[in-house]
């Protein structure tokens, strides 16, 4: 098994570009989730999806939007880049969205860089 | 109400030393206690967690202990390695419905041999 697997690895991107980071999952888990990484802030949740269909805003939604393809796919749309985007992303998924106690397991994240 | 307050931010231990990772919330409903390692160019995993029914979870050279009255949970890493360098992140989350992680901000910590 892959876990969580994410492209592109490192993107640079001019501002007013739009790009979609991609994530797929072969553990067939019910919810995933897209993070931001910056530093000194630690993790927070975009947005996230508890099933195949539905996605919910997470903390800080504003400037992407997201699509739950099918059960093991969840892209993040950046419409329109700006530098305060400049952040590394995860992707994570967990099999029960309900159950707390289980791990949610992280890709190994895109680097974007925003000029 | 949300956040998780971690310090310090940053942590160098000599090789056999004890790290010590302090957290601390404010949010009474948060009953889920998980902390997450993180190597470099690699994504947070699992390391161990904690319910808040217990005071203290021990697995391998890693220990939570939490203090609920405090609302202050903390990671001991007991004869630190080299290899334990890494970035740790404490994180909470309440055990009901559909449930989101809040995490803290990280420690990076380094091991010196």
């Known amino acids: 098994n892959a876990g969580v697997t994410q492209t592109p690895k490192f993107q640079v991107l001019k501002t007013g570009q739009s790009m979609t980071l991609q994530c797929a999952q072969d553990?067939?888990?019910?919810?995933m989730y897209w993070y931001r990484q910056d530093p000194g802030m630690g993790l927070r949740l975009i947005y996230y999806?508890?099933?195949?269909?539905?996605?919910d805003k997470g903390e800080v939604p504003n400037g992407y939007n997201v699509s739950r393809l099918n059960k093991r796919e969840f892209s993040l749309r950046l419409e329109s880049a700006a530098p305060s985007q400049t952040s590394v992303y995860f992707c994570?998924?967990?099999?029960?969205?309900?159950?707390?106690?289980?791990?949610?397991?992280f890709g190994p994240g895109t680097r974007l860089l925003v000029l | 109400q949300q956040q998780v307050k971690q310090s310090p931010q940053s942590l160098i231990v000599q090789k056999g030393g004890i790290s010590i990772i302090n957290c601390a919330y404010e949010?009474?409903?948060?009953?889920?206690f998980p902390w997450y390692q993180q190597f470099p160019g690699k994504g947070p995993a699992l390391l161990i967690a904690?319910?808040?029914?217990?005071s203290e979870k021990k697995e391998g050279r890693f220990t939570i202990s939490f203090n609920k009255s405090a609302k202050q949970f903390s990671l001991h890493i007991m004869d630190s390695q080299p290899g334990d360098s890494a970035t740790y992140f404490c994180?909470?989350?309440?055990?009901?419905?559909?449930?989101?992680?809040?995490f803290g901000t990280g420690t990076r910590l380094l091991v010196s041999p």
């Open positions: 994570a998924s967990k099999k029960d969205p309900g159950l707390v106690k289980e791990t949610q397991y």
């Open positions: 553990m067939n888990h019910n919810s």
């Open positions: 999806s508890a099933s195949e269909g539905t996605t």
């Open positions: 949010n009474t409903a948060f009953d889920y």
């Open positions: 904690i319910r808040p029914d217990v």
């Open positions: 994180a909470a989350s309440m055990d009901t419905g559909f449930q989101k992680l809040v």
